[in-house]
């Protein structure tokens, strides 16, 4: 049986190639934009610069995250993205290079929100942050993943297909120990769904770490931008 | 925080000792604007990205079905502005700047106060049901001039909107979804365009569009908002220098002559997504 996904995919477990750009923004320190399909997120760096009096660390860099939507005010939706992005963040920047000094990232939805703007988020920001030269330790990539109405594991859905979905999965993952730095799972799933997730996650990460390094290449080439459609 | 940089002496001397030579620090005329790129339906409807040289605004706009104030049959038209601080280090999130409330004010005036946007034809049922049009306006990349950047953003995305379709019958109100019946654009009557000058030497000397650090060194702004009609939908000349007569009249016929520009521009890009959605 040939398979037919509504974007015209063929395969349940095809990644759509990301759409990346790199320094669209000239005031901001670094800034990135990435996109799966239709959905895209903007994210801006400004920083290590100076921190406000009561948020300053003496140990480290204080990081801020800031998620906007694309309509309206930001609600709790935006605040868990901001939390999850923070602690991924918090785990990877090099923050005890920078003493009472803040790092602010900034992300802007640019196509209607679905759990797939959590990913785009999260690869956005560490493209700025590459981009704005903030250390890190590695370059962590994010997937979402989830098991349809049938059972069957659907990586990298589009907005139609998560609406159905029994559990949707955010998998993020490091490059250099391969382990998950960071996982929202929402939904009914058993541990064997849970696990083939994991696994095809992972493998789909190291495919768009890969998009990083050729984008960071095209950019230290003198070409800013890649367009992978 | 760290906020905005402040400028040295010789940044504005220099600025200001340019412009008497008659140069600008990019290399513009002074009735010159910036390039200007429109992409529209990048979000679906409704959705322009504009950039004005390297300003960057992104406009969005939604409808959804409300109960209008009593007994009304005019549908809203709401603005709601966003500085990110993704935009400029003195942007900060949740404190509203006075740029900010200006921006908003003016894209009020300059299209919802000159009735750009027919209301009247947002009415479903008088009193019952009314469409409730919001647009929200996202400043990404603060280079001067916002104001400009974000009314040719507001009024483009207004432009390139749909909503869906809504039948009457009785008291049965039906909105069919967007793949069912072909959704209908607003009907607008009339595109106006904000032109922004700004001032040097006490009125002496006049650039349009301002960069960001022309904006900072200029001692007084003055913008016009003017359609292809060559009617004057807004002006605000909120202090600063004080400006001759003969002065504003020229700055008005300049601001027609732009506003007419751009309003080409604004069409010709509605008419390419249209090509493309084809």
């Known amino acids: 049986m040939v398979l037919q996904r509504s974007d015209g995919r063929t395969d349940n477990l095809q990644l759509r190639p990301p759409t990346t750009t790199l320094s669209p923004l000239s005031r901001a320190d670094g800034s990135a934009r990435f996109a799966y399909g239709k959905s895209a997120v903007l994210a801006a760096v400004y920083g290590p610069k100076e921190v406000r009096l009561r948020d300053e660390l003496l140990d480290s860099a204080k990081i801020e995250v800031l998620f906007r939507p694309l309509v309206g005010l930001s609600g709790t939706t935006e605040r868990l993205y901001e939390k999850t ?5 918090e785990s990877v920047i090099l923050k005890h290079l920078h003493p009472r000094t803040s790092v602010q990232t900034f992300e802007g939805a640019d196509d209607d929100s679905s759990s797939l703007i959590l990913s785009c988020a999260i690869n956005a920001t560490i493209l700025a942050l590459m981009d704005a030269g903030v250390g890190l330790k590695s370059m962590v990539a994010s997937v979402t993943c989830i098991i349809d109405d049938s059972n069957q594991l659907v990586l990298d859905p589009s907005a139609e297909e998560i609406k159905g979905a029994k559990s949707v999965h955010v998998f993020t993952f490091d490059n250099v120990s391969k382990d998950v730095t960071s996982c929202v799972s929402t939904g009914v799933y058993t541990y064997e769904q849970y696990k083939s997730v994991f696994e095809v996650s992972q493998s789909a990460c190291a495919s768009v770490q890969a998009v990083y390094r ?16 | 925080m760290s906020g905005e940089q402040f400028l040295s002496t010789s940044e504005r001397t220099f600025v200001v000792n340019a412009l008497r030579e008659g140069i600008r620090v990019d290399g513009r005329g002074a009735y010159e604007f910036r390039g200007l790129s429109i992409e529209l339906g990048g979000g679906g409807f409704g959705s322009a990205e504009v950039l004005l040289g390297k300003t960057r605004v992104l406009a969005n706009v939604s409808a959804e079905v409300v109960r209008p104030t009593a007994n009304s ?9 966003s500085f990110s601080p993704m935009a400029s280090p003195a942007f900060e999130a949740g404190r509203l700047t006075e740029e900010e409330v200006l921006v908003s004010r003016m894209l009020e005036k300059a299209v919802r106060r000159s009735r750009a946007i027919d209301t009247e034809g947002l009415c479903i049922v008088a009193g019952e049901k009314v469409w409730s049009i919001r647009v929200d306006i996202h400043v990404l990349d603060h280079e001067g001039n ?3 950047c974000a009314c040719i953003a507001a009024i483009s995305a207004l432009l390139h909107f749909r909503r869906p379709d809504v039948t009457v019958e009785g008291d049965q109100v039906t909105i069919h979804p967007m793949d069912e019946r072909n959704p209908i654009p607003l009907s607008i009557h009339h595109i106006p365009i904000c032109i922004s000058f700004g001032f040097f030497d006490k009125g002496e000397r006049v650039v349009v569009d301002p960069t960001h650090l022309e904006e900072q060194v200029q001692d007084g702004d003055f913008i016009v908002v003017v359609n292809t009609h060559r009617e004057l939908c807004t002006m605000s000349k909120a202090g600063g220098a004080g400006l001759d007569v003969a002065r504003i009249v020229q700055c008005t016929e300049v601001a027609a002559a732009k506003a007419a520009e751009v309003t080409e521009l604004i069409r010709g890009a509605l008419t390419k997504s249209n090509e493309i959605k084809k």
């Open chain 1, 85 to 89: 992005i923070r602690e991924i963040l």
């Open chain 1, 214 to 229: 050729q984008t960071m290449e095209n950019k230290v080439g003198g070409v800013e931008t890649v367009d992978e459609e």
């Open chain 2, 73 to 81: 049959a005019e549908g809203f038209v709401l603005f709601n502005t």
């Open chain 2, 146 to 148: 916002i104001l400009d």
